[in-house]
């Protein structure tokens, strides 16, 4: 092994700032302690542009990279060991020469209602102003209720709960992992179902990212691995690549794994946000290997193709 990648006992760990980035860094670092107590594990905080940049959608500044990029430089650099993220956060793919060492087991990875007056999502007013940038859970929820007003909340969980609370907002939707993961699963109003909600690509998962030779870290790091969580989430992310998603054209997929099979539920809004592809792609993974299972044409074709055509017009 390389010098870089022997043993050592102090690694650092990089973080954004936000509170549930912290939470999240913070529970792998206990684990970490508990697993290997001989290493001493710091936190590092590192401000990403997606935190910086808090008055416009997602969509319209660049997506995924904007919360990883300062993150996936440090680690390059050597600066920091490891990082956490939250999968959904994580682009499609990774800068060259790192990789995720680590995906522990998944969160609920519903989406969650909150809504100001504790009424259902059924019961909310005619017109009930709805807080979201995801245009995933825009194009989800218009479909089921078009007379909704969605009205755009970025920020940090605490943020957007207290814009909540001050009536900018009689709803608003977050991710159930995040609030659980905060201790503030009492914040849910009503969890909503797959069949009204199809979560973001890798919502509930978290990956802790490193140096793809880095087996030190990789080794200390085994002990928190979840295969079917590996597994499925890869998937979803496979169909990513494949369907080149991102902010720009909301994707929703959610895949279950029963034995060797993988099978993804995907969703595409058109390019209108009007439009709902609602595919279910079955498909048998020869193996579901470490590396995550291989979603290969037979699952796509099943499915995929159908909403390849819906977004590009072609299989
Ligand atoms: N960038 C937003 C973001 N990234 C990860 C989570 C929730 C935690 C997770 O999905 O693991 C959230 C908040 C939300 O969508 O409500």
Request: neutral net charge.
């Amino acid at each position: 092994m390389t010098p870089l990648t022997q043993a050592r006992s102090r690694l650092v760990l990089g973080t954004r700032g936000s509170k549930l980035a912290v939470c999240q860094s913070e529970w792998v670092q206990a684990r970490l302690k508990e697993l290997a107590p001989d290493v001493d594990v710091t936190l590092r905080r590192i401000q990403t542009s997606g935190d910086k940049i808090l008055d416009v959608p997602l969509a319209k500044i660049g997506g995924k990279g904007l919360f990883v990029k300062e993150i996936e430089e440090a680690l390059l650099h050597r600066e920091i060991d490891l990082a956490v993220h939250s999968m959904k956060d994580v682009p499609a793919e990774l800068q060259p020469g790192l990789a995720l060492l680590c995906v522990p087991r998944r969160e609920d990875p519903r989406d969650a209602l909150i809504s100001r007056d504790g009424r259902s999502f059924k019961d909310l007013p005619h017109g009930a102003r709805i807080g979201t940038s995801s245009l995933r859970r825009q194009a989800q929820l218009l479909r089921v209720r078009p007379d909704f007003s969605i009205e755009m909340l970025r920020g940090n969980l605490d943020t957007r709960l207290r814009k909540l609370r001050e009536g900018q907002y009689d709803a608003i939707v977050l991710a159930a992992a995040g609030l659980r993961r905060l201790g503030w699963a009492k914040e849910i109003t009503e969890l909503l179902d797959f069949e009204t909600c199809l979560p973001a690509i890798g919502q509930g998962a978290l990956g802790i990212e490193g140096r793809e030779d880095d087996d030190f870290v990789r080794s200390l790091l085994s002990g928190m691995e979840d295969r079917e969580t590996r597994t499925t989430v890869m998937a979803e992310r496979a169909l990513l690549r494949r369907l080149q998603g991102g902010c720009q054209v909301p994707i929703a997929a959610y895949a279950t794994m029963h034995g060797a099979r993988v099978s993804i539920d995907a969703l595409v809004a058109g390019l209108d946000g009007k439009e709902i592809v609602r595919e279910r792609a079955e498909g048998a993974a020869e193996e579901a290997e470490s590396l995550g299972v291989r979603v290969g044409e037979r699952v796509l074709a099943r499915g995929g193709d159908r909403i390849l055509q819906s977004i590009y017009g072609k299989a």
